[in-house]
């Protein structure tokens, strides 16, 4: 059974660009949940979705949004990006019913 | 708000033995969800082992157990026979039962060296 896919898998901007990471999920699950990781603050959420809507967000500024297609696949996207930004991106999906989710590979972004 | 805490950043042990990493977390909540995930230098998270809160039974996956203390709200991890192959850091995390949704909150992290 194929895992969670996360594309790209590296990615290099420079400073006030946008950027769109994409996660297609598990076959059948449709939630579908964002972090940041960073050295220094760790693991944070950013949104979940599901069934195309917003279920949760965490404290993150309006720059990042996301949003979730009808066969569950989703995209952040990160605006006007800041050094900051910098960080490994990771998506995780989970199927209805159940309690575990399972995650991507991550996208390494670097802003410059 | 939950939190999560890890409180030793760094922990080794030999091939073949035993170590017990360390979590407590902090919730006014008596249904939730409790794992342990491990990630690599390939930066994959790994699910290692879950625990629901209203099971008393301590959950076990092969080599790997935890010592779930709920009102002391503790959720420790215990690697049986060690292996080289067990070298990651060890993520504790947090998920509610009782709000929809499915985020985590995780713990800083615990590095494990395994020494041949």
């Known amino acids: 059974k194929a895992g969670v896919t996360q594309t790209p898998r590296y990615l290099i901007k420079t400073r006030g660009q946008q950027v769109t990471l994409s996660c297609s999920p598990i076959?059948?699950?449709?939630?579908v949940s964002w972090y940041q990781q960073t050295p220094g603050q760790g693991l944070q959420f950013l949104f979940e979705?599901?069934?195309?809507?917003?279920?949760n967000k965490g404290n993150f500024p309006g720059r990042f949004s996301g949003r979730q297609f009808s066969n569950s696949r989703s995209e952040m996207n990160v605006s006007t990006l800041e050094l900051g930004d910098s960080a490994l991106y990771l998506c995780?999906?989970?199927?209805?019913?159940?309690?575990?989710?399972?995650f991507g590979p991550g996208t390494r972004l670097t802003v410059l | 708000a939950q939190t999560v805490t890890q409180s030793q950043p760094e922990m080794s042990v030999q091939e073949a033995e035993t170590v017990t990493l360390s979590c407590t977390y902090d919730?006014?909540?008596?249904?939730?969800?409790l794992f342990w995930y491990k990630q690599p230098p390939s930066r994959q998270m790994i699910l290692v082992i879950r625990?629901?809160?209203?099971?008393?039974q301590n959950a076990t996956e092969n080599r790997f157990s935890v010592n779930f203390q709920k009102a002391a709200k503790s959720f420790s991890l215990k690697i049986s026979d060690s292996q080289l192959g067990d070298a990651a850091m060890y993520f504790c995390?947090?998920?509610?039962?009782?709000?929809?949704?499915?985020?985590?909150?995780f713990g800083e992290g615990t590095q494990l060296t395994v020494n041949p």
């Open positions: 995780a999906t989970q199927r209805p019913g159940t309690d575990t989710q399972y």
């Open positions: 076959s059948g699950h449709r939630s």
């Open positions: 979705y599901f069934s195309e809507t917003q279920r």
């Open positions: 919730t006014s909540e008596s249904d939730y969800y």
């Open positions: 625990q629901e809160a209203y099971k008393q």
């Open positions: 995390a947090y998920r509610s039962g009782e709000t929809s949704g499915s985020r985590l909150t």
